[in-house]
């Protein structure tokens, strides 16, 4: 399967990123096809709302880099998120990149599965209840089945999930994928 | 005199966030207004390079954008108001990188886990939606407007007002236009 792992924290070597890793690990050791999307290193201008791309009968205004995601966002089989939990939420970078599935969102309804990671500093269950309400929606309206929820509690520094057997389950999880 | 910051996270000028801002703008006459609308400015992500954390009060920030200048505001003014688009069922990215940006305020160690200098501010969330399941909206909005906390509120009011998915439609909404006058008169309240 075509399997393409969206990450969105600015760190390139800190926890979600090791999710990302330890999990594209797994899926390329199963035999999947990885590409990966580093939204916090990338240049995406946030969604205007202007509706010119019309749900994708015209390209975005916007030439940056969701020039070259969009495709693999169309082919991909497996959709793979991986956020850092900033304010009970993804990171902005993250959700800048899924602002601008205005064109692509109709097409990419129904036939795909997703995959979401997250990490944070907190313990604290309450601190991702917003992000899992949201992946709620997401699956709803977007009509994809879930492939593996993973939220690593109690991260706050590469250290602290090396510590963990979170890694070992974002590998397991990307081992699993059928 | 009351120190009000108006922050509108739409990239859509005279769209429904336009429209609620320059209302409390024109109500807040008496007041200290500060209008922030964050398609006419720069302001970066926060990049959680971790420079303002391990502070006693609020520090600022490395970047050297839009956003920076308006900290020392955050931590002084007596009253927020996010007016913001819904996106893919949450505020839009925009209005995230906003709230992210608030991590010169977080000390664990203080009360609300803010190093802020002046507690009680007043904070309002308000989003505006074409439809979708509103009572998740409502419940996402009261959630997401308990982050202002981080930056000194502690009287938080969350809205969303739907069915406006038109550039300006609010203004045929005379309920809603009642609801941003009490808000108006909530932020001049004592």
């Known amino acids: ?178 | 005199m009351k120190k009000i910051l108006l922050v509108d996270s739409s990239p859509r000028k005279d769209g429904n966030s336009d429209v609620i801002v320059s209302l409390l703008a024109q109500q807040l006459k008496d007041a200290e207004v500060t209008m922030f609308k964050m398609r006419e400015h720069k302001c970066n992500p926060c990049l959680a390079c971790g420079w303002c954390q391990g502070k006693d009060t609020v520090a600022g920030c490395v970047q050297k954008d839009d956003f920076t200048t308006i900290i020392p505001l955050l931590d002084t003014c007596d009253g927020i108001v996010m007016a913001t688009p819904i996106y893919n069922h949450q505020i839009n990215s925009q209005a995230k990188l906003f709230i992210e940006r608030f991590y010169p305020f977080f000390n664990f160690a203080k009360k609300n886990m803010s190093n802020t200098t002046k507690y009680g501010k007043k904070a309002a969330l308000i989003c505006s939606c074409w439809g979708g399941p509103i009572d998740i909206y409502q419940k996402y909005a009261a959630w997401t407007v308990e982050n202002f906390k981080q930056m000194g509120a502690e009287e938080l009011k969350s809205f969303v007002f739907n069915q406006i998915p038109g550039r300006g439609d609010i203004k045929q909404h005379p309920e809603y236009l009642e609801q941003i006058r009490k808000i108006g008169q909530w932020l001049l309240a004592e």
């Open chain 1, 1 to 178: 399967m075509k399997v393409l792992v969206i990450t969105g924290s600015a760190h390139g070597k800190g926890t979600s990123a090791l999710m990302a890793d330890e999990f594209i690990r797994g899926a390329k050791d199963a035999g999947h096809e990885v590409e990966r999307f580093d939204a916090g290193k990338a240049k995406v201008h946030g969604c205007i709302g202007c509706n010119h791309c019309e749900y994708g009968k015209n390209p975005c205004v916007f030439r940056d880099d969701m020039d070259g995601l969009n495709p693999k966002m169309l082919e991909a089989d497996v959709i793979v998120l991986a956020s850092p939990v900033y304010y009970w939420g993804l990171s902005s970078q993250l959700k800048a990149v899924i602002d601008r599935w205005q064109p692509t969102v109709f097409s990419m309804q129904g036939h795909k599965k997703v995959v979401l990671l997250t990490t944070q500093a907190s313990n604290e269950d309450w601190v991702v209840k917003p992000v899992d309400a949201w992946y709620k929606n997401l699956l709803r309206f977007m009509e994809w089945e879930d492939a593996g929820r993973l939220a690593a509690k109690g991260v706050m520094t590469r250290a602290d999930i090396e510590a963990t057997d979170y890694p070992q389950q974002a590998y397991v999880l990307g081992t699993q994928l059928h």
